[in-house]
């Protein structure tokens, strides 16, 4: 009996490893798709889920502004402003419960609210990051969410009071339990660099994945300009995982019909593919998601 002891310790660490191991490997298989922001009626059911990836959908967007017919900024009070008929707690639950490889999460901010552009306007930041870290947990408990992603794109604050606000309000959210993951989403102009560079110098380790705008960038952009991009943005986000994107309207950088595809073949092969993100199921019903089918089959794949 006695002697039995040290070799069910050695079996449950070797379990531990190998389940350690496995959980990093999948995360390189990360396909994602913002959903809900145009009222198109499309719902996660509507997008094909490959089962050989990890997909989060990304509401979008929880905004702290009223939702009044001239809506105006709430100090950290968010409200749903995605589609919410279509995309409401019970399809949440169902689409996790058809897909065990699917997990849900909600971003902040976006470009506009209403016909105005939606700014991240703090009094302060203790005030702000209470307000938000209660309004937020309602709707993630409520809508079982999995993770939050940050998209705020015009500032009336300075990177200072952006980092903190936000830095603390991941900080409450992952010791609470109530979010797995964090995501930023910014793109390459001036301020918006200044402000999510500087949270990235402070609260790095907070945030899982950088879902970088590339789609942001001229559209006509080439293979050899994109792979430049990347590069840039690694090393701007220093250890991050960096994810490509694409945006399925047409409207701007490296479109799949013109060599993203051979841009993420490219990266896949010397390892640096952590990832694919859509902007966004709503303009991709139209096609029949024929993008998203190929991205994943892409992460999917061995080789
Ligand atoms: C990509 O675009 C840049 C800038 O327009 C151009 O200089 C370069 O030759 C292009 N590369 C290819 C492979 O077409």
Redesign the pocket.
């Known amino acids: 009996m006695e002697s039995s002891q040290p070799l069910l310790s050695l079996l449950i660490l070797q379990a531990l490893f190998i389940s350690l191991s496995s959980t990093q490997a999948a995360s390189t298989n990360l396909f994602q798709e913002y959903i809900g922001a145009e009222f198109k009626n499309v719902r996660f059911s509507d997008v094909p889920i490959n089962p050989n990836v990890d997909f989060h959908f990304i509401l979008s967007f929880a905004i702290d502004y009223t939702t009044s017919s001239s809506p105006s900024p709430t100090n950290g009070n968010f409200n749903i402003f995605w589609d919410s008929d279509n995309l409401s707690p019970f399809q949440v639950s169902s689409i996790k419960s058809d897909h065990p490889n699917v997990k849900v999460a909600l971003s902040l901010g976006g470009d506009s609210v209403g016909d105005k552009c939606a700014y991240f306007k703090p009094s302060s930041v203790d005030s702000w990051v209470q307000n938000a870290v209660s309004s937020l947990t309602k709707i993630i408990k409520k809508y079982n969410l999995d993770g939050i992603d940050i998209d705020y794109e015009h500032f009336s604050a300075d990177s200072d009071t952006f980092t903190e606000c936000i830095g603390q309000l991941l900080t409450t959210l992952k010791k609470n339990g109530i979010i797995s993951f964090a995501s930023i989403a910014p793109f390459d102009d001036h301020q918006v660099q200044s402000h999510y560079m500087a949270l990235w110098r402070k609260y790095s380790h907070l945030i899982d994945y950088v879902n970088f705008q590339f789609y942001a960038y001229d559209k006509g952009t ?4 994109f792979m430049r991009y990347f590069k840039t943005q690694t090393s701007n986000y220093k250890g991050g995982k960096v994810l490509v994107s694409f945006i399925s309207d047409g409207s701007g950088g490296l479109s799949p019909d013109h060599g993203f595809f051979t841009a993420c073949s490219r990266l896949k092969s010397q390892q640096e593919l952590n990832g694919i993100f859509v902007w966004s199921a709503d303009d991709s019903k139209a096609n029949g998601f024929r993008y998203e089918k190929q991205s994943q089959a892409l992460l999917a794949s061995t080789h």
């Not at 080439?222 to 300009?225: A, G, L, T």
């Open positions: 080439n293979v050899s300009q």
